[in-house]
């Protein structure tokens, strides 16, 4: 009797159940959690994935996805495209979700509100340690001007420490308040402001591990010293940090931080790292960056900058003009070996580093994930192709899941 009536009821049932407001078809899923490497359809409805069947199923609408990969959207970790006009290139590279955290924002309640609704992507940022700090040397007066003056970047304040009480005091409550208003932890940049001190910095790390949140990080100096310095404060702070772009922090002595990030991973530590797939980077030219002694510390001259508005190569008068007028430099710096060897390892994320869209502007932006796949995975062969999504989708999610309930749903092919 039970053998006879289950189908009948399936039979009757199917039709109100099995339409789908769209059918991804045929195409061959792949899903970094759970290892599932197949042809399959995949049902959607009200957004969400609710069915990934052998069978062929019934949609409103229907993509032939026969001979494509269907996989998770890419989780960029690392996007400064904080605009639609950004992130419309970035979802041609199947970003679905762009944060901003390792800069951060100055008020990252303000900068949720004025997206929400309208933004094209996924979006989030950490409250920025540059900015508090620079509002905190200006008893919280907030400057007009455009991102640099916000995050406290520009001018001489970048070189200067904070006082006792700026530090103790008005720091630590605008770091807190950016928190409570939603910041997916603190966005520290040591390289560009010189003037905080490492005890500044250890501090904020502190903050991070009383709070549960992760210090996202550009590490000062290039080489060794700065992702030491990062790992020693997440040791001794119990705090989780985030090396972002591991290839232009490291440069040389990349391999050996493998090594140690790898060994403090294993230890314990929650340290994770990201890289992008490019030899050159991009920032501000009148950034800390380029002060002095900056041909020795990145091993490169004017000739290997590029001015992104014109994309011309610079010559040292040309430095000068521009570094007085500011504006985004393109630096041809990094060697292949650098960058094969982050693709190559399991632990490293994908993530971008975009600038701001802009005509000329470095091809990060909208390239990152499509070269990995295309050079890196196809090409190369430095690294399989469910081993690159997972560092694309699953990895960055993993990240952020335990301070984001809607990450521990993302990144993963799944019901």
Request: no cysteine; net charge neutral.
């Amino acid at each position: 009797m039970r053998t006879t009536v289950l189908p009948l009821l399936l039979a009757l049932f199917l039709p109100m159940f099995g339409q789908f407001d769209l059918v991804i078809a045929g195409g061959r899923v792949m899903d970094p959690e759970s290892g599932l490497d197949a042809v399959r359809h995949v049902g959607i409805r009200d957004g969400r994935i609710a069915a990934i069947s052998v069978e062929a199923l019934r949609g409103t609408r229907v993509i032939d996805a026969r001979g494509l990969v269907v996989a998770p959207g890419f989780i960029d970790l690392h996007s400064h495209g904080t605009t639609n006009a950004s992130n419309v290139f970035q979802a041609h590279d199947g970003v679905t979700t762009a944060l901003e955290l390792e800069a951060g924002v100055p008020g990252v309640g303000a900068y949720l509100r004025g997206r929400e609704g309208k933004a094209v992507l996924h979006f989030g940022a950490t409250v920025s340690h540059t900015a508090a700090r620079a509002l905190a040397m200006r008893g919280g007066a907030v400057v007009a001007g455009g991102t640099e003056e916000a995050l406290g970047l520009r001018g001489e304040a970048r070189n200067l420490p904070l006082t006792q009480e700026e530090e103790y005091s008005q720091l630590a409550f605008l770091l807190e308040r950016g928190l409570k208003e939603g910041g997916l932890g603190i966005g520290v940049l040591p390289a560009y402001v010189p003037g905080a001190t490492r005890g500044e910095v250890f501090r904020v790390y502190q903050m991070a591990g009383r709070w549960g949140v992760p210090v996202f990080t550009h590490v000062r100096g290039r080489g060794e010293e700065g992702v030491q310095e990062a790992v020693a404060n997440a040791a001794g702070a119990g705090a989780s940090v985030h090396v972002v772009h591991l290839n232009s922090s490291a440069r040389g002595a990349l391999p050996a931080m493998l090594e140690l990030i790898a060994g403090a991973r294993k230890r314990g530590v929650d340290v994770t790292t990201e890289a992008y797939p490019y030899t050159a980077g991009s920032t501000f030219i009148e950034s800390a960056i380029f002060d002095e002694g900056w041909q020795t510390s990145m091993g490169i001259t004017y000739g290997d900058l590029q001015w992104q508005a014109t994309g011309e190569r610079l010559t040292a008068e040309t430095f000068a003009a521009y570094r007085k007028k500011g504006g985004v430099v393109i630096q041809h710096s990094m060697k292949p070996e650098w960058i094969r060897a982050a693709m190559g390892s399991p632990f490293v994320i994908v993530a971008s580093d975009t600038m701001p869209y802009a005509a000329g502007a470095h091809p990060r932006g909208g390239g990152t994930f499509s070269k990995v796949l295309g050079e890196y995975v196809r090409e190369l062969q430095v690294t399989s192709l469910m081993e690159a999504l997972r560092r694309m989708t699953l990895l960055p999610a993993q990240r952020l899941e335990g301070l984001a309930a809607g990450m521990k749903n993302k990144g993963r092919m799944r019901m």
